[in-house]
């Protein structure tokens, strides 16, 4: 990825965290029916900013204790905790996308 398409994606993720913090000083919550907060990780993940995307993860969680995320969110939850040697995280992120689907592996692991 170069420079500039790393930018890119960069401001793309303050945009989408603006956007949500501008909704809750609106609303008071989130209506989040656009799914944000699922895209901003998958931004973090794209560029290898694992430390960027652990410290969303923590607001996430703070934010949503209990949503209930899709597989691939899981997943890249698990990649951030991975590498961010955080492995007790990664294995229960990991254990999230398995029984958010069962298959979901099978995407990764086969050709």
């Not at 989130?30 to 998958?42: E, K, Q, V």
């Given at each position: 990825m170069t420079?500039?398409?790393?930018t890119?994606?960069?401001?793309?993720i303050?945009?989408?965290c603006?956007?949500?913090?501008?909704?809750?000083?609106?609303?008071?919550?989130?209506?989040?029916?656009?799914?944000r907060r699922?895209?901003?990780l998958?931004?973090?993940v794209?560029?290898?900013d694992?430390?960027g995307a652990?410290v969303?993860?923590?607001?996430?969680?703070k934010n949503?204790?209990d949503?209930?995320?899709?597989p691939?969110?899981?997943?890249?939850?698990?990649?951030?905790?991975?590498?961010?040697?955080?492995?007790?995280q990664?294995?229960s992120?990991?254990?999230?996308a398995?029984?958010s689907?069962?298959t979901i592996?099978?995407?990764?692991f086969?050709?």
């Amino acid at each position: 990825m170069t420079p500039a398409q790393i930018t890119r994606i960069q401001t793309k993720i303050i945009k989408l965290c603006k956007a949500l913090a501008a909704e809750r000083s609106r609303f008071g919550g989130y209506d989040d029916s656009a799914g944000r907060r699922y895209t901003i990780l998958n931004l973090y993940v794209s560029i290898a900013d694992y430390k960027g995307a652990s410290v969303y993860l923590r607001w996430f969680f703070k934010n949503f204790p209990d949503d209930s995320g899709s597989p691939f969110f899981w997943v890249e939850a698990c990649m951030t905790y991975f590498y961010n040697n955080k492995l007790d995280q990664a294995r229960s992120m990991a254990f999230n996308a398995f029984v958010s689907d069962p298959t979901i592996w099978e995407v990764f692991f086969t050709g």
